[in-house]
């Protein structure tokens, strides 16, 4: 098994930007969908971006226009730029790489592998 490694979150007052970073430690993800995913204190897994293996992308609603996924292929390592942040993007972060179905990208089951999360928190 490969390991998914996060880092680039901490605190951050609203209206603030921060930058997410996943190392993967195998080439095999080089050639994998990766996704960002959240979880709030109390609640349930979300997706946030997703970028497929062919290059589409794809934002929840609720970060369109502030956030930005991409990924640096030669180092094999996944963004995730937050800009404009507020209280409500608080969450533990976590990244994913292959994901079975496509139609399926925002469920969390559908993904194979998991990093152990960042955790960001925005202040008001």
């Known amino acids: 098994q490969g390991h998914l490694v996060e880092s680039g979150g901490g605190s951050v007052q609203a209206g603030g930007s921060l930058r997410l970073s996943c190392a993967g430690d195998?080439?095999?993800?080089?050639?994998?969908?990766r996704a960002w995913f959240r979880q709030p204190p109390g609640k349930e897994r979300e997706g946030v971006a997703v970028?497929?293996?062919?290059?589409?992308?794809d934002y929840a609603d609720s970060v369109k226009g502030r956030f930005i996924i991409s990924k640096d292929n030669a180092n094999n390592v996944l963004y995730l730029e937050m800009n404009s942040l507020k209280p409500e993007d608080s969450a533990m972060y976590y990244c994913?790489?292959?994901?079975?179905?496509?139609?399926?990208?925002?469920?969390?089951?559908?993904?194979?592998?998991w990093g152990q999360g960042t955790q960001v928190t925005v202040s008001s």
């Open positions: 195998r080439d095999i993800y080089r050639g994998y969908s």
């Open positions: 994913a790489a292959e994901v079975k179905l496509w139609s399926k990208r925002w469920d969390t089951k559908f993904w194979n592998y």
């Open positions: 970028l497929g293996y062919d290059g589409d992308i």
